[in-house]
């Protein structure tokens, strides 16, 4: 049973700096490519960044290009997320995907595993 288990939310203010992990059991995240998206309460959810695990090629979301940075441990089968300069609207629960090949789709729909989600709070 594949799962995917984010970790590494919690509160935040303004200017901090979070890393959200995303481990994967039942599952090699090598040939995946694995993404992160977010959802604010009322909102769709949104692509924020994804990496192709086998070359490491990664893409983001423009608005938060410079601010997020995606990264891959090979050896831990595990993904980060390390966000910056965090603002109130980067308010959300940050969920991790995958999907088997090479295309970091932009696209919930383009997914075919999916962890539960960690919230990510920035308030001061």
């Known amino acids: 049973q594949v799962q995917l288990v984010e970790s590494g939310g919690g509160l935040v203010q303004p200017g901090g700096s979070l890393r959200l992990s995303c481990a994967a059991s039942g599952l090699t995240f090598s040939g995946y490519a694995v993404a992160w998206f977010r959802q604010a309460p009322g909102k769709e959810r949104e692509f924020v960044a994804g990496i192709w695990w086998s070359f490491g090629n990664t893409q983001y979301a423009d608005s938060l290009k410079g601010r997020f940075t995606i990264s891959k441990d090979n050896a831990e089968n595990t993904v980060y997320l390390q966000m910056n300069s965090l603002k109130p609207e980067d308010t959300a629960v940050y969920f991790c995907?995958?999907?088997?090949?090479?295309?970091?789709?932009?696209?919930?729909?383009?997914?075919?595993?999916w962890g539960q989600g960690t919230q990510v709070t920035v308030s001061s």
């Open positions: 995907a995958a999907v088997l090949g090479s295309t970091i789709r932009r696209n919930r729909s383009g997914y075919r595993y």
